[in-house]
Every structure is written in structure tokens, then in C-alpha cells.
């Protein structure tokens, strides 16, 4: 599958997820761990930013990558720093991130060549035997459906 087909079903996915969401329980803790829908949009739309970071550095190796190298430095505590940094933004405002962020990587993946997508290697810091395709696939369409799935049960808890 080609690698704005995974960003497009990733996306529509986690957005028909989104559909339904009572505006009484986006803050809801329990979704996923503490974490309510309102914090999962924050956290998938953090992503999607690191992703916009990475689809320029693989066109681009010296092209500024703050959220590639925040990342890197705070491995398993990126996630809550990102989901605490937007505590204070309402639900629209962290979906509104979100949207404006995978859009962006909607265009620029675009601009990557395709040799650039399927180059095993080329991201040598995610897996040597592993190419852009591959994680995409798994960070941005697995992660999406992960967190959709929790937030589908969680709607189901509702009823």
C-alpha cells in the first residue's frame, strides 16, 4: 500500500472514531490508561507533528526537526509531556491541531519520492530494515486504529 493511502485510512478511521463522542465525556479519564478522548486528539496530533518532522528530514537530513529531537531525548515520557502541554487547550483546539497537522502530512507526502518511501534504511534510528512506508504504516495507521478502537469502546461504555 502506498503511503498516502495509509495516512488517508489512518485519518479517516481514527475520525469516524471521533463521531458520536459525547461533548459531557471528552474529558473523561479512562480511555486509554488516565488519558480521555480529549487526550488521545492531543497526543495523535503530537504525532502527526513528529511525522511532519520526519517526512522533512527524510527529504531533507538537515532540515529542523524539534519534535524528531524532543522525541529522542524524552523516549517514553514524550508522550505525557505532549498530552500535558495541551491540557489547557479545549477539545477543538487540540482537534483543530490534529487536523491542521495531518493535513500537512497529507501534502508533503506528496513530495516525497518514492524510491525516498521504500528506501529500506533510510530511517536507520527506527530499523535498519525498515522504510518510510513501514512506519508509517505502524506510527501513524496502527497507532490511529489503536487509539480508535479505545475510543470506540469507550463510546459503547456510554450507551
Known amino acids: 500500500m502506498h503511503a498516502n493511502d495509509i ?20 474529558n ?29 528530514w527524510i527529504k531533507d537530513n538537515n532540515a529542523p526537526t524539534p519534535m524528531m529531537q ?5 523516549r517514553g515520557d514524550w508522550n505525557d509531556f505532549e498530552v500535558n502541554e495541551r491540557k489547557n487547550k479545549s477539545y477543538q483546539e487540540v482537534l483543530d491541531e490534529y487536523l491542521s497537522a495531518q493535513a500537512k502530512t497529507a501534502e508533503l507526502i506528496e513530495t516525497v ?18 522504510d518510510l512506508e ?10 490511529k486504529r489503536e487509539h480508535g478502537a479505545e475510543i470506540n469502546h469507550f463510546k459503547d461504555t456510554l450507551k
Open 7 to 26: 495516512l488517508k485510512y489512518g485519518h479517516s478511521f481514527f475520525m469516524r472514531a471521533l463521531e458520536g463522542v459525547d461533548v459531557d465525556h471528552l
Open 28 to 56: 473523561d479519564s479512562g480511555v486509554c490508561g488516565v488519558w480521555s478522548v480529549k487526550d488521545i486528539v492531543a497526543h495523535i496530533g503530537a504525532t502527526e507533528l513528529l511525522l511532519i518532522d520526519v517526512l522533512n
Open 70 to 74: 524532543k522525541y529522542g531525548q524524552m
Open 113 to 130: 519520492p518514492l524510491e525516498l518511501q521504500r528506501k529500506t534504511g533510510a530511517i536507520t534510528w527506527y530499523g535498519a530494515e525498515y
Open 134 to 143: 513501514d512506519f508509517i504504516a505502524d506510527t501513524d495507521y496502527g497507532h
